[in-house]
């Protein structure tokens, strides 16, 4: 099975403007979650999808949005951006949703805002 | 609120020896999971080992196992016979029961020498 993908590998994006990253599952997977990774903050949960759904939200801004599509494939979208969204921006999938399924993260997209 | 800590910011062990990571974490629930997750440099994180909190016994996976002192909310990961192979970020993760929090530690380095 292919793993997860996510696309564009590598971003440089401006102050105030917007971006859209996309992560595909491993096929047959239902959840996907999105995680930010600064060497100021660490590792951050975003948010998590389910079957179209938001389930559940990290302490984020209304600036950072998602949504999943029907074949699973997730989206993240980041408005309004500021210097520190410069990030490595993980997405990960699992079959189910919750603390019993392992989740396998994809490579990552390296956003950098000038 | 939840926090996770990891102490050791970088360890370093030789192949073939026993390294143990420390984790401590704080939360008002009952009932929760616990994770190891492992960076490799350049590479996707992978899940380590994972530890339900209402299981008293402690997990392990092959090389790796844990020691869950829940009354301490104490999470360590103890690796057996080294590899070079184990060198990698290590990250101790917290999620509640229904999975609408998820915190992570700030990583362990560690290096296994040969």
């Known amino acids: 099975k292919a793993g997860v993908t996510q696309t564009p590998r590598y971003l440089i994006k401006t102050r105030g403007q917007q971006v859209t990253l996309s992560c595909s599952p491993i096929?047959?997977?239902?959840?996907v979650s999105w995680y930010q990774q600064t060497p100021g903050q660490g590792l951050q949960f975003l948010f998590e999808y389910f079957s179209e759904t938001q389930r559940n939200k990290g302490n984020f801004p209304g600036r950072f949005s998602g949504r999943q599509f029907s074949n699973s494939r997730s989206e993240m979208n980041v408005s309004t951006l500021e210097l520190g969204d410069s990030a490595l921006y993980l997405c990960?999938?699992?079959?189910?949703?919750?603390?019993?399924?392992?989740?396998?993260f994809g490579p990552g997209t390296r956003l950098l805002v000038l | 609120a939840q926090t996770v800590t990891q102490s050791q910011p970088e360890m370093s062990v030789q192949e073939a020896e026993t390294v143990t990571l420390s984790c401590t974490y704080d939360t008002s629930e009952n009932n929760y999971y616990l994770f190891w997750y492992k960076q490799p440099p350049s590479r996707q994180m992978i899940l380590v080992i994972r530890q339900e909190a209402y299981k008293q016994q402690n997990a392990t996976e092959n090389r790796f196992s844990v020691n869950f002192q829940k009354a301490a909310k104490s999470f360590s990961l103890k690796i057996s016979d080294s590899q070079l192979g184990d060198t990698a970020m290590y990250f101790c993760?917290?999620?509640?029961?229904?999975?609408?929090?998820?915190?992570f530690g700030s990583g362990t380095k560690l290096n296994v020498k040969p």
């Open positions: 993760a917290f999620m509640s029961y229904n999975f609408n929090k998820f915190y």
């Open positions: 990960a999938s699992s079959l189910e949703s919750g603390g019993m399924e392992t989740q396998y």
């Open positions: 096929s047959g997977h239902r959840s």
